[in-house]
Nanobody, 126 residues
Framework: QVQLVESGGGLVQAGGSLRLSCTASGITFSQHAMGWFRQAPGKEREFVAV??????????DYADSVKGRFTISRDHAKNTVYLQMNSLKPEDTAVYYCAAAPVYGRRPRTNEYDYWGQGTQVTVSS
């Protein structure tokens, strides 16, 4: 079966850093786009970052709110995608979810993310 497992969340002070990990099983990792989303209390889930595989090797995209602070990357040998989060702010506090889309060569549409992890809590204190 398909399984995405996130880890690396925790409590950090404003200005600090965390690295989230998501390990996938049951899918052909190299043929899936991998994304990160987050959901804060009382708010809807929002897009954070995505890495897309294409013939040029791949491309990345980020939400404006995290651009320049967060970096998404993937390790194909480990079937793992990472989200490096630097200069964290209290407004980054949320549950962060890893998601996979069976899409190759383009950025997935929101409804093409078929698989989701259980989420990992990130709390940034002021």
């Amino acid at each position: 079966q398909v399984q995405l497992v996130e880890s690396g969340g925790g409590l950090v002070q404003a200005g600090g850093s965390l690295r989230l990990s998501c390990t996938a099983s049951g899918i052909t990792f190299s043929q899936h786009a991998m994304g990160w989303f987050r959901q804060a209390p009382g708010k809807e889930r929002e897009f954070v970052a995505v890495v897309v595989i294409n013939w040029s090797g791949g491309s990345r995209d980020y939400a404006d709110s995290v651009k320049g602070r967060f970096t998404i990357s993937r390790d194909h040998a480990k079937n793992t995608v990472y989200l490096q989060m630097n200069s964290l702010k209290p407004e980054d506090t949320a549950v962060y979810y890893c998601a996979a889309a069976p899409v190759y060569g383009r950025r997935p549409r929101t409804n093409e993310y078929d698989y989701w992890g259980q989420g990992t809590q990130v709390t940034v204190s002021s």
